[in-house]
C-alpha cells in the first residue's frame, strides 16, 4: 500500500494559485471599496454651537483634522478656503476640528486672521478623532457623501485637482 498520493496534472497548481488571487483581489475590492458610515458626532464650533454628523445628511461633508503647529495644515489651508467657497453653494459643508492639543486662544486667533469662513471645532478631549479611526496625524482630511459614508480619507495635503473632482462629481450624484 503506496502512502504517496496521486499524481495531479502539472496545470492544477497555478489554476488553483490563479482561482485564490482572483478571491483575494475580490474580497479586496469589496473590503476597500465598502464606504464605511461616519462616526455620529457632535462638533462644537468656536461659538459652542452643536453641529451633529446627523444634521449634515443630505450634503457632501469635509472633515478637516489640523492643528496650528502643523506647517502643512498651515499650508493648505488657503487652498482648503478656497475649496469651500468653491463648493460651498453647491451643497458643500466643511469641518475644520482643531485637535486636542492645539491651545483654543491660538485655534481662535488663526481662525479670526485668516477669515475661515467655515465651521471650525474644536475637540478638546480628543473625542473626535478616536471617533474618526483614532486620527494622530495632522492634517487628515474626510471626505463624506450626501448618505453619510466616508467615500475618501486624505492623510497629509490632498491633490486638490483630484479633490475637486471628487466633490464635483458627490455633489453631482
Known sequence: MSTTSPKRPAWTKPAAI????????????????????????????????KISTQSLRGKVVMVNFWATSCVTCVKEMPQMVETYNKFKGQGLEFVAVAMKYDPPNYVINFTE???LPFTVALDSGGDIAKSFGDVSLTPTTFVISKDGKIIKRYVGEPKFTELHALLQKEIAG
Not at 28 to 41: E, H, I, L, Q, R
Request: zero cysteines; charged letters at 15%; proline letters at 6%.
Open 18 to 49: 490563479g482561482a485564490l488571487l482572483v478571491l483575494l483581489a475580490a474580497a479586496g475590492y469589496v473590503v476597500f471599496n465598502k464606504s464605511t458610515p461616519a462616526p455620529d458626532v457632535t462638533f462644537i464650533n468656536l461659538k459652542g454651537e
Open 113 to 115: 486672521t485668516r477669515k
